[in-house]
């Protein structure tokens, strides 16, 4: 079903960005744990 290849990377681009945001948030969270453990 590649009928509509604008439609698929929109899509793409969407969950890209969707696994950006999520990475960004797991490594601020991962340096927040770890500033955390440094300081236990």
Do not use: C, F, N, Q
């Not at 079903?1 to 945001?21: F, K, N």
């Not at 948030?25 to 236990?40: F, N, Q």
Request: without cysteine.
């Amino acid at each position: 079903d590649h009928s509509y290849p604008g439609h698929a990377d929109a899509l793409t681009e969407a969950g890209a960005e969707t696994v950006m945001r999520r990475w960004a948030e797991l490594k601020s969270v991962i340096a927040a744990l770890s500033e955390w453990s440094a300081d236990a």
